[in-house]
């Protein structure tokens, strides 16, 4: 199935196996200025999934002493990003004011609504020695009636997010409800997003919802004999009964929810109206966006 899906312009390949499967996505790299992440949403087959709009896995990528991520800042509207870390540590500042290092198991939720700015950096003394950095970040499109509620910014420390252990596997709900538990994380339609840990020949039964899809970010599994590769995303139908096999150590990241309408994409702009976008865009290239406290200098300029 890999080298299939390298084949496909749009990086993606219709599933024959199990009939849950409708597609599986092998994601592309993007250079995100000093390491890469791959991308797996959108696709030109797969826009969305639920109301998640956009999913990068980003490294393990490893840096020497002196270098890390050092993202400027930029801006969003319409959308809530999620950033959550396997390893390494984030420092987050945006244009409401928030300074927060985000570390491996906290949820960062940043509601970028009517618009908003952030960097992405690291602290001197995370730079000042060699160190890793592995996580995620996934947007998610907000229901048109919040599309321009206020900006707003939430931290959930790796303690608040609920743990559950389903048939000897371990299962953080990150958010939304599965498995009998409710995440604290604030969601704004019906959303889910579970993070699960397999050893192998270990199973879990995929949560319902009415879009859902799982990625791999370490190892592989097999659905009803199709096997769903390393680094790469399977996009499901909402049938019932979905069992998932570890075929070696897995983590996993289930994502999906319900189904959002048309979203327009451009640069680090979503919004279900294309004129928003052009107005966004206006307003960052003509400095109309505010600014990073502490951050006042440096800024990512609209591509042109």
Partial sequence: M??????????CAVVQGCGAIELIIEPRDKDLGGFSARRSLPTTQRKMVGP????????PAEFPAGQGINVRPHPHVNIATVTYLFEGEILHRDSLGSVQAIRPGDINLMVAGSGIVHSERERPAVTAAPHR????QLWLALPETDEEIDAAFHHYPAAEIPTVTVADVSVRVMMGTAFGVTS???AFAETLYVEANLHTGQTIALPDAEERAVYV???SLNAQGTVIPEHSMAIFTAAPGVVLEAAEESRIAIIGGERLGERFIEWNFVSSRKERIEQAKRDWKEGRFPKVPGDEIEFIPLPE
């Fill in 2 to 11: 890999s080298n299939l899906t390298r084949q496909l312009e749009q990086d």
């Fill in 52 to 59: 998640w709009i956009f999913f990068d896995h980003m490294g």
């Fill in 133 to 136: 950095l592995h996580g995620l």
């Fill in 184 to 186: 604290p994380v604030r």
């Fill in 217 to 219: 970010a370490q190892g």
